[in-house]
């Protein structure tokens, strides 16, 4: 199995641009989160879906965020418009059930100039 | 909703010491703590976990124990060297449908040559 896939694995943007991350989870496996991570606050749980419904997205920062799972084997984390203080690096995790292993994906890492 | 602290902040052990890295939970209905390990640039990774019904579990060097009366949760890692060095993070999880974990903020250990 290829893992958790993440694309791109770096992104630079300028503030105001609309930025989209990619994620395909490990295959049969139901569950799927996004976390940020930085420096200042660790790694932060952002949204995570099971069976592609969004179950909890009270750690998406502010509306300027946004998360689909239009199916079992993709999801896309949307900012827009990006801005400095987004720049960190994007996990993607899956995992077969709740609660149950997460693997992550590389991540993704963001600079918003 | 849980609240997982993890202490101390930073460890520095020397080669071949053991190395012991806590963790507190809030919440006395979680059941679920796994341990995973970022080495610089990677992605996290679990390395053990447990579950509420045994105090401790063991895999090679590494062991973890869990106090549910105490509310913590303790890994330990005998024989370090220098691949030991890295960022752990604890979490905590309670079983059931839509769970997710909630991440300590990690431990940076570092083990000296």
């Known amino acids: 199995d290829a893992g958790v896939i993440q694309s791109p694995r770096h992104e630079v943007t300028e503030m105001g641009q609309e930025v989209t991350l990619r994620c395909k989870p490990i295959?049969?496996?139901?569950?799927l989160f996004w976390y940020r991570q930085t420096m200042m606050r660790g790694l932060e749980l952002l949204i995570y879906?099971?069976?592609?419904?969004?179950?909890?997205d009270s750690g998406m920062p502010e509306d300027r965020f946004s998360a689909k799972m239009p199916n079992a084997s993709f999801s896309t984390l949307k900012i827009q418009p990006s801005e400095p203080r987004d720049s960190a690096v994007y996990f993607c995790?899956?995992?077969?059930?709740?609660?149950?292993?997460?693997?992550f994906g590389p991540g993704t890492r963001l600079t918003v100039l | 909703g849980e609240n997982v602290e993890q202490h101390p902040s930073t460890l520095s052990v020397q080669e071949g010491d053991s190395a012991v890295i806590k963790c507190t939970y809030s919440?006395?209905?979680?059941?679920?703590f796994p341990w995973y390990k970022q080495e610089l640039g990677k992605r996290p990774q679990l390395i053990i976990d447990?579950?509420?019904?045994?105090g401790e579990k063991k895999d090679q060097r590494i062991a973890v124990t869990l106090n549910k009366t105490a509310k913590h949760f303790s890994l330990h890692i005998t024989e370090t060297q220098p691949e030991d060095s890295a960022v752990y993070f604890c979490?905590?999880?309670?079983?059931?449908?839509?769970?997710?974990?909630?991440f300590g903020k990690g431990i940076t250990l570092s083990v000296r040559p």
């Open positions: 995790a899956s995992s077969l059930g709740l609660p149950d292993t997460q693997y």
């Open positions: 979490a905590a999880s309670i079983s059931g449908a839509n769970s997710k974990l909630t």
């Open positions: 295959s049969g496996h139901n569950s």
């Open positions: 919440d006395s209905a979680s059941n679920y």
């Open positions: 447990i579950r509420s019904n045994v």
């Open positions: 879906f099971n069976n592609n419904v969004p179950i909890d």
